[in-house]
């Protein structure tokens, strides 16, 4: 008779699979609480300690670790020698193995977990036993996600067997599965040690979407969410209307959502291209809205919008006069969901917003490697700023002068941003010199200088950057300072009675 081990900590369909297992022959060995289960459903089993001839102690840590076990499932049948010393040992085979793993991810999400609940859903048996199974898969059929049940079942109503394809297919995702298990549990104790740059990093991602293409239509993409869900992500998002996501919609989103955590006030973002083309803040979400869209007016068509409030009815009637990708927000009233949602291709998604701050790091691929840092969510406040030139900002350019810097960070360098209280109104963006991005961002803004300021991401190596800016109306620059012709800048900036602070700290990004 053939044997089958099963173990479970999910006990979703394991009723009615061990059920038809025995109609195809199998004699079931079983555990603990998945025991109990089957025995209360009337399957027939044979507790673990019957097989190995000792029994479970240490609170069930000791249990499956024992060599009738292990023999049974890693002995192979092609080779006299294992098969004679099993005989010698009394040793079964053991042909199948269904087993999932404790919860140690959903353990350790819960609120106020302890270290002692983490360590005790660690599991040591489960995965010896997978593995072992699935390094035999040559005579082993393993099984570790119930979704695979209906596929075995099928193979041996057919042809009393699993094929050879079946088993390796099984055999991987097991090792896929341990291992994403093991790297779980690294991330949490070397959290928990605080080691900052391991000699390893194991990181372990959840298939969210296989995804039609990638940046281009001969580039395959899929999406892939972290393990251990953040609330304030793309990856989070919950879609309510409209297509399907595609790899460049989550890349802008993305950086929409990065921008959207700098403002406390309601806010608007429009992105196109991983740049923005328009910030806005006001008193309501819908005059944010306003802000962001007259600051481009050109440029929004076709964007990514995130508004850190409630889309209302006013609002979605400003936003349905244009062609939208996609609009991330908290909430969607009723209304407003009902006229947005005509557009069948425009794509709604709400998240959390109230953890938006978390501290998160970032990974980003280079051939052949990963570069790992912190997020920037350094935030510096215009009561840090310094003063380096003979005029003072006026408390109205010390709000633009905060407000375009929030902005800048977000730009890609080199980076220009002319920004007024309430709205950027001119960006330069990833230009090979700071002056080009320069004339690019007072070229946009022409129309819009009123009360505008200019902040810039980095250093002005030449004071080129800010006579032009001086000559174009801008009366007030925030820059980080620390260029060894800092000098030269503020020397410039005295000329033309421009105010300029130095805020301590670099914004690039790349």
Same mark, same amino acid.
């Given at each position: 008779?053939?044997?089958?081990?099963?173990?479970?900590?999910?006990?979703?369909?394991?009723?009615?699979?061990?059920?038809?297992?025995?109609?195809?022959?199998?004699?079931?060995?079983?555990?603990?609480?998945?025991?109990? %289960?089957?025995?209360?459903?009337?399957?027939?089993?044979?507790?673990?300690?019957?097989?190995?001839?000792?029994?479970?102690?240490?609170?069930?840590?000791?249990?499956?670790?024992?060599?009738?076990?292990?023999?049974?499932? =890693?002995?192979?049948?092609?080779?006299?020698?294992?098969?004679?010393?099993?005989?010698?040992?009394?040793?079964?085979?053991?042909?199948?193995?269904?087993?999932?793993?404790y919860p140690f991810?959903?353990?350790?999400?819960?609120?106020?977990?302890?270290?002692?609940?983490?360590?005790?859903?660690?599991?040591?048996?489960?995965?010896?036993?997978?593995?072992?199974?699935?390094?035999?898969?040559?005579?082993?059929?393993?099984?570790?996600?119930?979704?695979? +049940?209906?596929?075995?079942?099928?193979?041996?109503?057919?042809?009393?067997?699993?094929?050879?394809?079946?088993?390796?297919?099984?055999?991987?995702?097991?090792?896929?599965?341990?291992?994403?298990?093991?790297?779980?549990?690294?991330? +949490?104790?070397?959290?928990?040690?605080?080691?900052?740059?391991?000699?390893?990093?194991?990181?372990?991602?959840?298939?969210?979407?296989?995804?039609?293409?990638?940046?281009?239509?001969?580039?395959?993409?899929?999406?892939?969410?972290?393990?251990?869900?953040?609330?304030?992500?793309?990856?989070?998002?919950?879609?309510?209307?409209?297509?399907?996501?595609?790899?460049?919609?989550?890349?802008?989103?993305?950086?929409?959502?990065?921008?959207?955590?700098?403002?406390?006030?309601?806010?608007?973002?429009?992105?196109?291209?991983?740049?923005?083309?328009?910030?806005?803040?006001?008193?309501?979400?819908?005059?944010?809205?306003?802000?962001?869209?007259?600051?481009?007016?050109?440029?929004?068509?076709?964007?990514?919008?995130?508004?850190?409030?409630?889309?209302?009815?006013?609002?979605?009637?400003?936003?349905?006069?244009?062609?939208?990708?996609?609009?991330?927000?908290?909430?969607?009233?009723?209304?407003?969901?009902?006229?947005?949602?005509?557009?069948?291709?425009?794509?709604?998604?709400? =998240?959390?917003?109230?953890?938006?701050?978390?501290?998160?790091?970032?990974?980003?691929?280079?051939?052949?490697?990963?570069?790992?840092?912190?997020?920037?969510?350094?935030t510096e406040k215009?009561?840090? *700023?310094?003063?380096?030139?003979?005029?003072?900002?006026?408390?109205?350019?010390?709000?633009?002068?905060?407000?375009?810097?929030?902005? %800048?960070?977000?730009?890609?360098?080199?980076?220009?941003?002319?920004?007024?209280?309430?709205?950027?109104?001119?960006?330069?963006?990833?230009?090979?010199?700071?002056?080009?991005?320069?004339?690019?961002?007072?070229?946009?803004?022409?129309?819009?200088?009123?009360?505008?300021?200019?902040?810039?991401?980095?250093?002005?190596?030449?004071?080129?950057?800010?006579? *032009?800016?001086?000559?174009?109306?801008?009366?007030?620059?925030?820059?980080?300072?620390?260029?060894?012709?800092?000098?030269?800048?503020?020397?410039?900036?005295?000329?033309?009675?421009?105010?300029?602070?130095?805020t301590g700290g670099?914004?690039?990004?790349?």
């Open positions: 008779m053939k044997r089958a081990l099963i173990s479970v900590s999910d006990k979703n369909g394991i009723v009615s699979f061990s059920d038809k297992l025995i109609e195809n022959g199998f004699e079931i060995i079983s555990t603990g609480g998945t025991k109990k %289960v089957l025995d209360e459903a009337g399957v027939k089993t044979i507790s673990i300690d019957e097989v190995t001839g000792f029994p479970e102690m240490m609170d069930g840590r000791v249990k499956t670790l024992h060599p009738k076990i292990h023999g049974g499932l =890693l002995g192979r049948r092609d080779l006299i020698s294992h098969m004679e010393a099993m005989d010698a040992h009394d040793i079964q085979p053991i042909d199948l193995v269904c087993v999932n793993l991810k959903e353990t350790i999400l819960k609120k106020e977990v302890t270290e002692a609940d983490a360590i005790e859903n660690i599991d040591i048996g489960g995965p010896s036993m997978l593995r072992s199974a699935a390094k035999n898969f040559a005579a082993v059929t393993v099984v570790v996600d119930p979704l695979d +049940y209906e596929t075995v079942l099928q193979e041996f109503a057919e042809n009393n067997e699993t094929s050879l394809a079946t088993r390796k297919n099984l055999a991987a995702k097991v090792f896929r599965h341990t291992a994403a298990y093991d790297a779980l549990i690294a991330e +949490y104790l070397t959290a928990a040690v605080k080691v900052a740059e391991p000699e390893k990093l194991t990181l372990t991602y959840d298939l969210k979407q296989t995804l039609r293409y990638g940046e281009n239509s001969h580039q395959k993409a899929a999406f892939y969410q972290d393990a251990i869900p953040v609330s304030y992500s793309i990856a989070s998002g919950k879609q309510l209307h409209g297509k399907e996501l595609s790899y460049n919609n989550i890349k802008d989103a993305d950086a929409a959502l990065r921008i959207a955590r700098e403002f406390s006030e309601p806010t608007v973002v429009a992105l196109k291209h991983m740049n923005p083309c328009g910030i806005g803040t006001g008193k309501t979400i819908f005059e944010a809205y306003n802000y962001a869209y007259e600051a481009d007016p050109v440029s929004i068509f076709g964007g990514i919008i995130v508004a850190n409030r409630e889309v209302d009815l006013a609002t979605a009637e400003k936003m349905h006069e244009l062609f939208l990708e996609i609009i991330i927000a908290p909430s969607f009233s009723a209304e407003a969901f009902e006229l947005l949602s005509k557009k069948k291709n425009l794509r709604l998604l709400t =998240l959390d917003f109230s953890n938006s701050n978390s501290e998160q790091v970032e990974i980003v691929s280079v051939l052949g490697g990963l570069l790992f840092q912190d997020q920037d969510i350094l215009a009561e840090g *700023y310094e003063v380096v030139t003979d005029r003072q900002p006026t408390k109205e350019e010390l709000k633009a002068l905060e407000f375009a810097w929030k902005a %800048v960070k977000h730009v890609k360098s080199n980076a220009i941003v002319v920004a007024n209280q309430h709205q950027t109104v001119g960006i330069g963006a990833g230009q090979m010199n700071r002056v080009g991005s320069v004339k690019i961002a007072l070229e946009q803004a022409a129309d819009k200088m009123i009360g505008a300021v200019l902040a810039s991401d980095a250093y002005f190596p030449m004071d080129d950057s800010v006579e *032009y800016a001086a000559e174009h109306g801008i009366k007030a620059i925030v820059q980080p300072g620390g260029s060894i012709r800092d000098k030269d800048s503020i020397a410039m900036a005295n000329k033309y009675g421009v105010a300029m602070v130095f670099r914004h690039f990004r790349h």
